[in-house]
């Protein structure tokens, strides 16, 4: 992990609502043979008596189900907006070029749950990603009966209590306030991604300089 201190977020709650508003993370472990696996699922974070609690649910029989079940250490990262930051947009661009990047990485033990832990963290998914509309049909509560009763043998629920959670925010802060301003308008005029980093550097205008 890229561990320089000035690209860290010290407040909890912003890291906190970031892996709200990024939930599709990847999953990691290592199988028993020391292969590396991995998946891609949203998760849910919850703080229950000042521990961080991830949540979520994967298909049994998979690669990664298998090595979860025989090593409980994971790791998952979660992502957002990125881009290509150039040298040319610093006061001296005679440098290397970078890229900005925001990541949250959390280590912990995962533990699955039995199927009233399974059919819980179903209908907290499908409620959350509705938006809480609980008269759409994909909600769990809606489901036919017989789809339900195939579903939940093919799923297995998690939960990983938290045991580390360390973030990147790379947002140009190593640079001077003349450079900072100028990557902000460079990346405001590409839209997408460059436009969401340039967003989250605005926030940080006071507390930089």
């Given at each position: 992990m890229y561990n320089i201190s000035y690209f860290k977020e010290k407040d909890k709650q912003v890291v906190l609502t970031f892996i709200n508003k990024h939930p599709f993370a990847f999953l990691i472990g290592c199988s028993e043979n020391s292969e590396p696996v991995a998946t891609q699922i949203p998760m849910f974070i919850d703080e229950r008596e000042g521990k961080l609690y991830l949540s979520g649910h994967i298909m049994r029989g998979t690669d990664h189900h298998k090595a979860f079940?025989?090593?409980?250490?994971?790791?998952?990262?979660?992502?957002?907006?990125?881009?290509?930051?150039?040298?040319?947009?610093?006061?001296?661009?005679?440098?290397?070029?970078?890229?900005?990047?925001?990541?949250?990485?959390?280590?912990?033990?995962?533990?699955?749950?039995?199927?009233?832990?399974?059919?819980?963290?179903?209908?907290?998914?499908?409620?959350?990603?509705?938006?809480?509309?609980?008269?759409?049909?994909?909600v769990y509560d809606n489901l036919p009966e017989d789809y339900v009763n195939n579903l939940i043998k093919m799923i297995d629920a998690f939960e990983i209590e938290v045991t580390k959670i360390d973030n990147v925010f790379k947002l140009s802060q190593n640079r001077n306030e003349e450079s900072y301003r100028n990557i902000i308008k460079k990346l405001e005029e590409q839209g997408g991604d460059a436009k969401l980093i340039s967003e989250e550097m605005k926030k940080k205008i006071n507390e930089l300089y």
């Amino acid at each position: 992990m890229y561990n320089i201190s000035y690209f860290k977020e010290k407040d909890k709650q912003v890291v906190l609502t970031f892996i709200n508003k990024h939930p599709f993370a990847f999953l990691i472990g290592c199988s028993e043979n020391s292969e590396p696996v991995a998946t891609q699922i949203p998760m849910f974070i919850d703080e229950r008596e000042g521990k961080l609690y991830l949540s979520g649910h994967i298909m049994r029989g998979t690669d990664h189900h298998k090595a979860f079940k025989k090593n409980q250490n994971v790791l998952a990262v979660f992502t957002g907006p990125h881009t290509y930051v150039s040298a040319t947009w610093y006061d001296n661009p005679n440098q290397a070029s970078t890229w900005n990047y925001m990541s949250v990485y959390i280590k912990g033990k995962i533990k699955f749950l039995d199927e009233t832990g399974l059919i819980d963290n179903l209908r907290k998914t499908s409620l959350h990603f509705e938006n809480y509309n609980s008269a759409s049909p994909t909600v769990y509560d809606n489901l036919p009966e017989d789809y339900v009763n195939n579903l939940i043998k093919m799923i297995d629920a998690f939960e990983i209590e938290v045991t580390k959670i360390d973030n990147v925010f790379k947002l140009s802060q190593n640079r001077n306030e003349e450079s900072y301003r100028n990557i902000i308008k460079k990346l405001e005029e590409q839209g997408g991604d460059a436009k969401l980093i340039s967003e989250e550097m605005k926030k940080k205008i006071n507390e930089l300089y």
